[in-house]
């Protein structure tokens, strides 16, 4: 999940130095043209401003997966299991029901941050890009290491904590490509998430355009689709099949922002669409098995609708403060809610009605979110980008 915090505001609205086509945001035809229409007045309106919806839904998608983990996996529905002691569809089967959907939202995850980021590197240079993704995922995920670390080693009895050694290999953020487990089992969408950075980075590299935005989505879906079947572990390392799809959805709905809507942008949306929901199924059949095909891709549809009408500007008058502080403590929050929310509900289980008593982790796990935004990751992110803006001039005079 990046899972990314309060980026969909608008670093977006730099200009483009030496690209006089690129100054303001216009409508783009199907071969990459720039047109001069009343869509480009409507874009270039919406650019910088921002959109508050979109914090609202990566909260949501947020507790989708955190309800999902405490009430809705195979693992709580399983008799005898460590958490809640017998299957959670027979302690609270309605909840259940809704919650075995809630894996959905690491997927909306992955689109969020295709549609952030593209936003957030546009006008900015690959150093700037770096800079950004180290203080917006570090210092949060430093501290969840510590804390989920903790209440492992002082909670035992649901998950085994992991030797210190493979826990301080955690800090790297690099362990699942090096066969080290995770100290949490959600980082496993970091890791997918920073592959999506590095392919990224050599766009921004070259200076963001329409143009290279679609070419880049356009390869790296062909190298997905590609990579199951060349069985060459490099491809499928790089293009990562079981994500990349989300990601260039993401892409295309922030191009669909910046510059209007046309066929080509609609085609490699709904090419998403196609690949996305077979990979739902994928994962069903391979990984979570308590929810249907149907169900998913509704679930996965209505989303992506709702992210076209967010990018097309349905959603600007949304102005509410509060989903400032609803994107804030997301990221934190997802970090945090697994192994240290699960081991909680395994020690109070037998203390009070197991719908309330999920209700009441959440809460707990949100306000702990806000508190590690506010009081460690911003003072955090801060220090660290002072030192690498420093690192950087040393650089440049060597």
Request: glycine share 8%; proline share 4%; net charge positive.
């Amino acid at each position: 999940m990046s899972t990314q915090g309060t980026e969909s505001g608008t670093e977006a609205s730099q200009q483009f130095p030496g690209d006089s086509r690129h100054a303001h945001p216009s409508a783009v035809t199907s071969t990459g043209t720039v047109t001069d229409t009343g869509a480009r007045a409507r874009a270039r309106s919406r650019v910088g401003r921002r959109l508050y919806a979109i914090d609202g839904i990566r909260l949501l998608a947020a507790l989708m997966v955190a309800v999902h983990h405490y009430a809705g996996t195979r693992r709580v529905d399983q008799p005898g299991n460590l958490i809640w002691g017998r299957p959670a569809s027979d302690i609270m089967p309605t909840v259940f029901r809704f919650a075995a959907y809630g894996w959905i939202g690491v997927e909306i995850f992955f689109v969020i941050s295709g549609f952030v980021i593209c936003m957030s590197c546009w006008g900015r240079s690959p150093k700037q890009f770096f800079v950004s993704r180290v203080i917006r995922l570090y210092p949060a995920y430093w501290f969840a290491i510590v804390f989920t670390t903790s209440v492992l080693v002082a909670f035992p009895g649901v998950w085994d904590h992991l030797p210190t050694r493979d826990v301080l290999f955690n800090f790297t953020m690099l362990q699942s490509g090096s066969g080290v487990m995770n100290v949490d089992g959600v980082y496993w969408t970091l890791w997918a998430e920073l592959r999506f950075y590095l392919l990224f980075l050599a766009v921004v590299r070259t200076g963001l355009t329409y143009r290279k935005v679609v070419v880049f989505c356009c390869v790296w879906g062909a190298a997905a689709m590609i990579a199951p079947i060349a069985k060459l572990p490099l491809l499928e390392l790089v293009a990562n099949p079981e994500g990349a799809w989300y990601f260039i959805a993401g892409l295309v709905l922030y191009l669909m922002h910046r510059f209007g809507q046309n066929l080509l942008l609609w085609g490699i949306l709904a090419m998403a669409w196609l690949m996305g929901q077979r990979e739902l199924g994928i994962r069903i059949d391979e990984v979570e098995h308590v929810s249907s095909w149907r169900g998913a891709v509704l679930i996965f549809t209505v989303f992506l609708l709702t992210m076209v009408a967010i990018a097309l500007g349905a959603t600007d008058r949304i102005r509410w403060k509060w989903l400032v502080t609803a994107g804030a403590m997301t990221y934190p929050l997802y970090l945090m809610h697994y192994a240290a929310g699960t081991t909680v509900i395994h020690y109070l289980r037998n203390t009070m009605d197991p719908r309330l008593l999920v209700a009441t982790v959440i809460a707990g796990f949100m306000v702990l979110g806000w508190l590690v935004y506010r009081i460690v990751e911003r003072p955090l992110s801060g220090a660290l980008k002072r030192g690498l803006a420093t690192s950087f001039a040393q650089l440049r005079k060597a």
